[in-house]
C-alpha cells in the first residue's frame, strides 16, 4: 500500500509536472503568436514606410526636375528681358535722334515760311513799284502827245515861239528820254 501511495503520489506529482508543462506551452504558444503577430505588424509598418519612401522618392525626384526646369526657364526669360532692355534703350536713343532732327527740321520750315513771307512782300512791292512806273509811263506818253499837238498848232511862229519850240523840243527830248528808262527787272 505503501508502494501504491507513492505511485500515485508520484502519478500526482507527474501530473502536476504536466498540468505545468503545459501552461507553459500555452503560454509561450500565446507569446509566440503574438510575436508572429507583432512581426507581421513590423513587416507590414516595414513596408508601408518602404512604400512611402518610394513615394517620396519618386515626387522628390519630380520636384528636382521641375525645380531645374524652372530654373533653366528662369534664365532664359532673364536673358529675354536682357535683350528687351537692350533693344528698347537702343529704340529710345534713336526716339531721342528722330525727335531732335523733327525739331530741326521744324525750325528750317519756320525759317523758310519767314523767307516765303518776306520774298512775297519783296514781290508785292515790285509788282506795285512796276504798276507805279507803267502809269507814270502813261502819263508821259499823253502829255508827250500834247505837247506836240501843241508845238504843231503853233507852226508858223516868230524867233520868240522858235526860241520856245527849242525850249519845248528839249524839254519834249528830256521826257522822251525819261520814258527810255528801263524799269526795274521781273522777280521770277
Do not use: Y
Not at 509566440?32 to 508601408?48: H, T, V
Not at 526669360?77 to 536682357?82: D, M, P, R, T
Amino acid at each position: 500500500a505503501e508502494n501504491g501511495a507513492k505511485a500515485s503520489e508520484d502519478l500526482q506529482v507527474a501530473n502536476d509536472k504536466v498540468d505545468h508543462l503545459s501552461n507553459i506551452k500555452t503560454k509561450l504558444e500565446q507569446t509566440l503568436d503574438e510575436l508572429e503577430s507583432s512581426l507581421d505588424r513590423e513587416k507590414r509598418g516595414r513596408a508601408g514606410v518602404e512604400k512611402d519612401r518610394r513615394k517620396v522618392e519618386g515626387e522628390l525626384k519630380i520636384t528636382q526636375e521641375t525645380v531645374s526646369e524652372l530654373e533653366r526657364t528662369k534664365k532664359e526669360l532673364e536673358a529675354h528681358i536682357g535683350r528687351k532692355e537692350k533693344e528698347l534703350s537702343t529704340l529710345s536713343v534713336k526716339l531721342d535722334d528722330e525727335q531732335s532732327l523733327v525739331g530741326k527740321v521744324q525750325k528750317s520750315i519756320k525759317e523758310l515760311q519767314g523767307r516765303i513771307e518776306e520774298m512775297e512782300e519783296e514781290l508785292e512791292a515790285e509788282r506795285q513799284a512796276r504798276a507805279k512806273a507803267e502809269r507814270q509811263r502813261s502819263d508821259l506818253a499823253r502829255e508827250l502827245e500834247s505837247l506836240g499837238e501843241r508845238l504843231n498848232e503853233a507852226g508858223g511862229a516868230t524867233a520868240a515861239q522858235i526860241e520856245l519850240n527849242k525850249k519845248r523840243e528839249s524839254e519834249v527830248a528830256k521826257l522822251r528820254k525819261d520814258l527810255e528808262v528801263p524799269l526795274p527787272p521781273r522777280l521770277s
